[in-house]
């Protein structure tokens, strides 16, 4: 069993950086693949990317792509989300989740553990 625990998050102008980070308990967290989902007031839960148990293979939403970038560091058992440029329609409350498979894509009935996630709210 995985717990995750997210971190980073606050508000940020329009345009700016922040860098979400992901911190997992659990001796089998590098065989995970592990993802980062978000969710808007109103909305539906929305696949932001993901990463692969080595690292070595990324995946990425449309609206996040050239913007966001995952990376992990599996000696820390942490995960994190670089968020560039961001818009206001970034806004959300994020989560990191482990997959249950090691190719879990884009649906969140795949992910095994969540965390409580972390506000970020990007201002005009």
């Known amino acids: 069993q995985v717990q995750v625990v997210e971190s980073g998050g606050g508000l940020v102008q329009a345009g700016g950086s922040l860098r979400l980070s992901c911190a997992a308990s659990?001796?089998?967290?590098?065989?995970?693949?592990m993802g980062w989902f978000r969710q808007a007031p109103g909305k539906e839960r929305e696949f932001v990317g993901s990463?692969?148990?080595?690292?070595?293979?990324?995946y990425y939403a449309d609206s996040v792509k050239g913007r966001f970038t995952i990376s992990r560091d599996n000696a820390k058992n942490t995960v994190y989300l670089q968020m560039n440029s961001l818009k206001r329609e970034d806004t959300a409350v994020y989560y990191c989740?482990?997959?249950?498979?090691?190719?879990?894509?884009?649906?969140?009935?795949?992910?095994?553990?969540w965390g409580q996630g972390t506000q970020v709210t990007v201002s005009s």
């Open positions: 989740a482990a997959g249950r498979t090691r190719i879990p894509g884009s649906v969140p009935g795949n992910y095994a553990y």
């Open positions: 990463i692969s148990w080595s690292g070595g293979s990324t």
């Open positions: 659990g001796r089998t967290f590098s065989s995970y693949a």
